[in-house]
């Protein structure tokens, strides 16, 4: 006998949540935002925004279906099982967070707070849960980044993926095209972002627009990858000719570590990173595995 359908619900914890944990009552919170101009209420009706569309999901669920829950920062620590639907309930970028764990299970995105969100990857009602459970939608296979390091260590993202040293200093590696005629370069700079369509909405864009804007922008289901290395230094031993490019699948960007210590992650999750040490090599590329976003 096949098991049911598990719905799993991925929310994350409110600002409210937070700031009464950091200072213990509703009172000294209320307190403290007051003694700084703020008002409470604000960040305690977006809770409540988001705990009646936690509630109103949760409802929705087929009685014969199984359930489970998932705060964002379990995420990494969670295992999705193949029969699972997963119900972001938040905003878009908690859509990000739990797609680098997924294996082409259909995610439905919950905006628990409409009018806040651009709604990219949330773009259903709560009221709409029921039906996209049971019914039949139709879904888009959006594309995702992966980085492979040399030890085996492997690293998904549906936005983008971000290399470079911990902290604000210099990360120095040598970068290379494989795919591309062999160009190679020995670099100084902030870090090397590489992003995919969707990623083009949000950090990715950024640096776009600051660059002109003259590459152009992939769609979220395009195989193609946009990537960008951030504050080049020119120096005698490191160059500025290689500093953004596209990056279409099969092609890949091998980067090896010239510095003690860089980390790369991705969607902002900087607690689930990859640690590479001098010498170690990581390649980026469009990865295999897409994000299957119902609706």
Known sequence: MSLAPRA???HRTTEYEELVARHGTHGQAAFFLASRGRDIEEVAERHRRTQRAL???TAAIPLVWRQARVERRDLDRFLFAPEDVVVVVGQDGLVANAAKYLSGQPVIGIDADPGRNPGVLVRHRPEDTAGLLTGTPSTAELTMVEAVS???QRL????EIYLGAPGHQTARYRLDLEDGGGAVEAQA???VLVG???GATGWLRSVWLERGGRLPLPAPTDDRLLWFVREAWPSPA???SLVAGELPAPHRLRITVESERLIAFGDGMESDALELTWGQTVTLRVCAEKLRLVG
């Open 8 to 10: 799993v619900l991925v």
């Open 55 to 57: 509630a109103r999901v």
């Open 150 to 152: 040399d030890d085996t």
């Open 156 to 159: 998904l993202a549906l936005n």
């Open 189 to 191: 700079s902030s870090g």
């Open 196 to 198: 995919t369509g969707t």
């Open 238 to 240: 490191t160059g500025t």
